[in-house]
């Protein structure tokens, strides 16, 4: 397992239902699984995003700290991401947004896989790229908001 999964996965853990918020020392953290504070850093960037439906907010210096806000509910957060798509999106970053839904539970398995092979390339051969970006969020948002209905 990556050193960022295993980060993600001990961040995750420390939601339950009744906590939508999480309060994380980055030192202690990061001297607990052995890593170093940028990496801690690196995945609540790169995976606790508003799209994803969390907000971040940090204090600095030695008490500092970084409080990490879940969406009330899934749906929420596949609302915060389709309101983010915007207008045209490309293959790879739909690909890191259905990864990231499905890691954290906001999408099955099964659902990833299917709107993986309707967003994929191969679907566009021939179509200007953006316009097959276009057409790719639209497809995206569409089935995200059906999974949500």
Known sequence: MKMSDLIADVILDMFDDKTPTVQI??????????CVPSQINYVITSRFTPEQGYRIESRRGGGGYILITRAASKENALLSLINSIGNAIDERN???????????????????????????DSNFRGVEPEIKNQI??????QMLIAYIN
């Open 25 to 34: 020392q980055r030192n202690d953290l990061a001297a607990q699984l052995g």
């Open 94 to 120: 739909a690909k890191i947004h259905l990864y990231n839904l499905s890691y954290q539970g906001l999408i099955s398995d099964k659902a990833e896989k299917m709107m993986l092979a309707v967003i994929s």
């Open 136 to 141: 790719r969020a639209n497809q995206l948002k």
